[in-house]
Structures are given as structure tokens and as C-alpha cells.
């Protein structure tokens, strides 16, 4: 009885969502189950083993790759971020070509990743023209190999992932911005609070949802970054992705399962601690 | 109200209807994926062919698997498939099917117990697993392998005493450099690694950047051209921490600094654009380099040579695509005659002078472009001195290996080489032992 009355009541909301469910079912819990699967099955044998993982941890350039990745997210989040909020200040303002300025900022958005690795080889190879204009105005007399250290690779690889996703971090950031009501900017300027003072106790708290958002996705993105490495440095600067995709090209299915189990098990860490921490503020605010 | 509930459950109805139909369609689509590209190929040929019906022989169809870019598949089908068909009444029936997929794909047909393919034209690098699983017939004794096919392109391919391969295409790299830039500076082109650690150096001193490229981009780019160092120092790269392997090792740390940046990124692709971009003026790559470099980018003062010789020789790596035929068929005789065919002089000369393919025979060099022609003498040279890639069970441990190794020693320039190389021999030995090897 309960149970007719239940779906009587929600019977056709259940229809509804039932594509959406199967298709998430099919066509990502699956997959991932399945890989998560494939890593800790013998690839010729099919028995249960960790000798994939051992594999794999003990190659010489996984702990390289975790921190590789690691790194390029924490870089590639803080210039992304602060560029992205710097960008769209900067178009929430009036000024004579805003809509050019925002049609150039969107562009890089209909570029798809790895022809936007390809544009930044141009700039950043050592024939490129980055060099040509450093040589031109006498800075640089020798080119430079903008990706001779790790630091360097991980820094021109964050640069080109900037470029290529800035559109969305400003579209972002721009909503969060244009949200927030200028009322209250006028009621701190009444009050003699500073710029510093205004950003730190108006803007900020303000755009936290968008914050969250912005951090999550792009997060996501940077510890998955796979096309941009492989392009711009080979192997020479080595991520959990590009070991991924290494292991399969040997046939290594195993090997190349546990890289992506991996991998997703280091986003799900960094996202539940990031919502656990912004979760329990808020939870405490209220 | 009811009428929004009733279209709304049509949509509903319709989107999980669509999406089961795409599945549906996308599993007989990959089954008939090979089919169509199959009846794409028969179809060309009967449709040009009115002929081929009135001089059918014999019904039987052959099918070939063989991995081949869209521009080949013009050729061989038009130019290849067609005057075979025409001669013997068989048809061919060309199915696309990548190297890697190949022993899974034949091994799925053989547990069906279908003989949907019939031959099929792998890399050597994946023989190991086709003859682990039986999937190829033992052609000792059917087949007559030309004369004019050097014996070092396919002695390597007979497993357990058995020919079950014959070779199609071998391939080699040369070593392509700028003439004009050398004479500028007073170089030769080296012979051996002290004039090519010369050759570095004096052009990177010169122009403040590395001007000498390596093909160093992790994969089968980096391991051919480490395996070539490796042999040519008299090592082995199945061992990896012997003598030969340690003195190669050694030297790509001496040469490195000296190297183009680029090496890092360098493919047979980037070779190609960093030659004809004059961002390198020295560096080794497959014969078509030649044409992208020579004919399409003008650069008519870039000559090659086969190469340097280490402190034991000259070594290359050949890649070749051999072809073999399915274990079962039902077409065997006929398979063997296609094999055959396509061994001889005048289908090589096709594939060379149409496709810019080194020919198996030495003898299959047809008309060719006077500019064409020092190119192809040196790729000729070099196949006397090319070995192919080991062929063992455990080749992408090794393949890894390789890789690894190359990138601590060489890119990091790590000290201790022989304890690094020691520590990837154990890996491989590991391997070697899980594979019962």
C-alpha cells in the first residue's frame, strides 16, 4: 500500500530522471568501476593481485608523477584564479571596447586542447616567438629553452592550461561579480573602508559559492591534465595522466588501470577535503 | 496539466529509446565497421572491375587485414588489389585494422571459431603475442621467399624453426643534415660518436643553442633511437646493464647538454619540422623525411647519409611490416599466392614509387625522381645493417625500461649509470621470469 502510494506520488518524477540515472550508470559508474576492476586483475591470468600497483609505484618516475601533478594543479589554480578575478574586474568595469575586450578573453575557448598546445609550442619552442621577441629587443642574444628544468615545464605547462580555460574562470567569476549588489560597496565606501578592506570583507565572502565552483572544476582539470605535457615536454616532465596513457600504448591495460585509479583517488581526497573544510565553515557560520 | 505530463513522458520514452538504439547501433557498427571498410574496398574493385566477373576464376574472397592511412588504401586497392583480382579471379577484400588490435581482434575469431580474416600484416613488434596464441600459419615449405629479399629482413621472424612471416615493407631511418650549414663550419657529417659529439658541440658553441637532434620523445621514438646506441657499443637491450649498454648510456649523458632543446619533444614528425623549420641541422629519421624536407619544404642543400658507427658499427632498427596468414583459413593456397604477389618485384616498385616505401627487394626501384634517388641508395645501405627490434614476450617491460632509463640518466643526469642500468636489468629479468621466459 505504502509502496503504491509512493510511486503514485512519485512515479512520474522517477520516469523522468530514469535516462539520466542509466546513462550515468552506463556510461560512467561502470566504466570506473570497471577500471578500478581491471587494476587489480592479472592481465593474462585474470586473478585478483596488487602486482599491478607494485608495477607501477615502482617505477622511478611515479613519485615524480604524483608530484608533477600535484604541482602543476597548485600552480595552474593559483594563476588561474587570480588572473580570472583580476580579468573580470577588469570587464565589470564601463570603458570604450569592453565587448572586443571580452569577445578576445572568450576566444581561447573554441580552441580545442591540443591544437591550443600546438599554438604554444610557437611561442615557447626555442625557435618561437617568445625568443624572436626577447631577441629583437636585445634582452636574449642566445634562445631560451623555456622548458630546460622541471620548473620551468611545469610553469609554461600551467601557462598554456591558463590560456586555454581562462574564458570559463572569467565567465565565472564575472557572474559571481556582477551578483554582488553595488549597494553594499557604496555602504563601505560611506563607511571610509579601503579597497583592501572592501575585496578582503565584501567581495570575498561574497563570491565564495563561485570560489568553490571555480577551485572544483578546475582542480578536476588540472590533476587529469594529459594533452598539454605531452605536446609541450614529452616525457621529460612525466604525470599520472601522460603514465596512463603510457602504460595502454604498451598494452599494459593492468598498469594503465591502476594510473587512473590512482589519479581518481587523488581527486576524490583533494575535492572531500576541500568540500569537508568549506562545509564545516559554513556549517559553523550557521 | 495531463497533456504536459503525457509530452513529457513521450520525451522521456524517446531519449531512453534513442539511447538504447545507440547502443545498439554502435556494437553492429564496430563489428561491421571492418565489413564496411571491406565492401568499401570490394566495391571500388567490382565497380571498376566489370572485368573482374567475366575472368572470375576461381569464388573465393580474401580478406586482408592490414593498418594503412587513408592515401595507401588509394593505392593499394586501385593499383594493387585490382590487377591481382583481374589475374587470378580472387577477390581481396582490405579490412583496416590497427597493430595493437590485431592479436586480440584474431584471437576473438578464433575462439568463435570464424575465419572472418584470412591474412593479416602486422609490425613485428606484436608477433610475440600472435605466435604465443597460434594464430598464424607455419608457411615452411608453402611459400618461396624471392632471392632478391635480403635474408636479414625476415631470418629474425621464424619462431621455434617455423616461417610464419614473410615481409612486406622494412623500414629504416637515415641521418639527414645541411650541407651548407657543415661548410659553414668547417664539419663533415660524422662518422662516428667522437665527430658527432664534435658535430654538437662546435654548433652549439657556435649558435649558442643545439643544433643536433635526437628522436627523444618517450615511446617507440626514444627506444629505437637508444637501441641504436646501444647495439652500436656492441650492447644488448634485453640486458641493459652491460658493457655496451653503459658506454651508450654514458655517451647520450656527455652528448645531451649539446643536444636541441627540441630533442625532448622530437618524433619522427618533429624531426621532419625541425629540419624543414632549419631549427636543427642534424638529425636521423624514416625515409620520408626526405620528401617532406627536400621536395615539399625546398630545402634542396639537406643531404643524408646512413649514419655513425659506435665503437662496434653501425647499427639500425628496422621496423617491418610482415604479413602473415590466419591459422585455418580456408583459403590457404590462395592466401600463400596473394603473399606471393605481393612480395614481387612489380608490387614493390608500387609501394615504392607510390608510397615512398623502402622495398623489401632490392631490386624494386622503379622510376624515381632524380633528387629521390641518393636518398634511396642510402636507406638501401642502411638495410644492410638494420636489425629489427627484440622480439620477446616481455618487450614493453623493456620498452619501459628503455624509456626509464634513458630519462634518468640522460635527461636527468644521474651519475651512477651503472647501478641505475642495474637496477632495470633486475626489471626486465623480473619480467622475463613472470612471462616463463
Not at chain 1, 605531452?230 to 594503465?256: D, H, R, W
Not at chain 2, 611490416?321 to 591459422?327: E, L, Q, R
Not at chain 2, 624494386?364 to 620477446?392: M, N, T
Request: net charge negative; hydrophobic share 45%; with cysteine.
Amino acid at each position: 500500500m505504502k509502496q503504491k502510494k509512493f510511486l503514485k506520488k512519485y512515479g512520474f518524477n522517477i520516469v523522468l530522471i530514469l535516462p539520466l540515472v542509466i546513462f550515468i550508470l552506463g556510461f560512467t559508474i561502470a566504466p570506473i568501476l570497471q577500471t578500478i576492476q581491471i587494476s587489480f586483475k592479472d592481465s593474462a591470468t585474470s586473478a585478483w593481485t596488487l602486482n599491478n600497483y607494485k608495477s607501477v609505484i615502482d617505477r622511478g618516475i611515479f613519485g615524480e608523477a604524483v608530484f608533477n601533478t600535484l604541482a602543476i594543479t597548485a600552480i595552474g589554480l593559483v594563476l588561474q584564479m587570480v588572473m580570472g578575478y583580476l580579468i573580470a574586474s577588469m570587464l565589470r568595469k564601463t570603458f570604450i571596447g569592453k565587448g572586443l575586450a571580452r569577445m578576445l578573453v572568450l576566444l581561447p575557448m573554441g580552441i580545442p586542447t591540443m591544437v591550443s598546445g600546438v599554438a604554444m609550442l610557437y611561442v615557447f619552442s626555442t625557435s618561437g616567438y617568445l625568443n624572436e621577441i626577447l631577441y629583437r629587443l636585445n634582452i636574449a642574444s642566445i634562445p631560451i629553452d623555456w622548458t630546460a628544468t622541471k620548473l620551468r615545464s611545469l610553469i609554461v605547462i600551467a601557462f598554456a592550461d591558463s590560456w586555454k580555460v581562462m574564458p570559463m574562470v572569467v565567465m565565472l567569476f564575472l557572474a559571481g561579480l556582477e551578483a554582488i549588489s553595488k549597494e553594499i560597496y557604496e555602504a563601505a565606501d560611506v563607511d571610509g573602508a579601503r579597497t583592501w578592506a572592501k575585496f578582503y570583507y565584501i567581495t570575498l565572502p561574497q563570491l565564495k559559492d563561485t570560489v568553490t565552483m571555480t577551485v572544483l572544476t578546475r582542480v578536476v582539470d588540472l590533476l587529469r591534465i594529459f594533452e598539454l605535457p605531452k605536446v609541450l615536454v614529452g616525457q621529460s616532465t612525466p604525470f599520472l595522466a601522460t603514465i596512463a596513457y603510457e602504460e595502454y600504448s604498451y598494452n599494459n591495460m593492468g598498469n594503465s588501470a591502476v594510473a587512473s585509479t590512482l589519479l581518481l583517488g587523488i581527486i576524490l581526497i583533494v575535492v572531500t577535503l576541500y568540500l569537508i573544510l568549506f562545509e564545516r565553515e559554513k556549517k559553523v557560520k550557521h | 496539466m495531463k497533456l504536459k505530463k503525457t509530452v513529457a513522458m513521450l520525451i522521456a520514452a524517446v531519449t531512453v529509446t534513442t539511447a538504447l538504439a545507440g547502443c545498439t547501433a554502435s556494437g553492429q557498427q564496430s563489428g561491421s565497421s571492418d565489413t564496411a571498410a571491406g565492401q568499401e574496398s570490394t566495391g571500388d574493385t567490382t565497380t571498376a572491375g566489370n572485368t573482374t566477373a567475366a575472368v572470375q576464376k576461381k569464388d573465393v574472397t580474401l580478406n586482408f587485414a592490414i593498418p594503412l592511412a587513408e592515401e595507401e588504401w588509394h593505392v593499394f586497392r586501385d593499383q594493387i588489389f585490382k590487377p591481382f583480382e583481374e589475374q587470378t579471379g580472387i577477390k581481396i577484400n582490405g579490412i583496416q585494422m590497427e597493430n595493437k588490435d590485431m592479436e586480440s581482434k584474431l584471437e576473438a575469431l578464433k575462439q568463435a571459431g570464424k575465419h572472418e580474416i584470412d591474412l593479416f600484416a602486422p609490425s613485428t613488434v606484436y608477433l610475440p603475442g600472435i605466435v604465443d596464441k597460434d594464430l598464424a600459419e607455419d608457411l615452411s615449405g608453402s611459400i618461396s621467399i624471392p632471392e632478391q629479399i635480403p635474408k636479414n629482413l625476415y631470418s629474425e621472424f621464424q619462431f621455434d624453426g617455423k616461417t610464419q612471416f614473410v615481409p612486406l615493407r622494412p623500414n629504416v631511418q637515415t641521418n639527414y643534415y645541411y650541407t651548407d650549414r657543415f661548410e659553414q663550419y668547417g664539419l663533415e657529417a660524422p662518422k662516428n660518436w667522437n665527430e658527432l659529439l664534435n658535430v654538437a658541440k662546435t654548433l652549439y658553441e657556435a649558435e649558442g643553442v643545439g643544433r643536433v637532434a635526437i628522436q627523444a620523445n618517450s615511446g617507440s621514438a626514444l627506444t629505437i633511437t637508444t637501441i641504436e646506441f646501444i647495439r652500436s657499443a656492441g650492447g644488448d637491450p634485453l640486458v641493459l646493464n652491460d658493457e655496451g649498454s653503459v658506454a651508450a648510456f654514458t655517451f647520450l649523458q656527455e652528448l645531451w647538454p649539446y643536444l636541441s632543446p627540441e630533442s625532448k619533444r622530437a618524433d619522427f614528425n618533429v624531426i621532419n619540422e625541425l629540419l624543414a623549420t632549419e631549427v636543427i641541422y642534424y638529425g636521423a629519421n624514416w625515409p620520408y623525411c626526405s620528401t617532406v624536407v627536400v621536395k615539399e619544404s625546398g630545402k634542396d642543400q639537406v643531404a643524408s647519409y646512413v649514419g655513425f658507427e659506435g665503437p662496434k658499427g653501425i647499427s639500425k632498427v628496422t621496423t617491418t611490416t610482415v604479413m602473415g596468414i590466419v591459422n585455418g583459413t580456408p583459403h590457404r593456397e590462395e592466401a600463400i599466392q596473394f603473399l606471393e604477389y605481393l612480395m614481387s618485384e612489380e608490387v614493390q616498385s608500387i609501394l615504392f614509387t607510390e608510397l615512398g616505401w623502402a622495398p623489401a627487394r632490392n631490386d624494386a626501384i622503379g622510376e624515381i625522381e632524380e633528387w629521390q634517388r641518393p636518398f634511396i641508395e642510402d636507406v638501401q645501405e642502411a638495410l644492410q645493417y638494420a636489425q629489427s627490434r627484440p622480439i620477446v614476450p616481455y618487450w614493453s617491460d623493456v620498452d619501459k625500461a628503455i624509456n626509464d632509463a634513458f630519462k634518468d640518466i640522460v635527461i636527468d643526469g644521474k651519475e651512477d649509470v651503472q647501478g641505475i642500468l642495474d637496477g632495470y636489468h633486475e626489471q626486465i629479468e623480473a619480467a622475463k621470469a613472470a612471462k616463463g621466459e
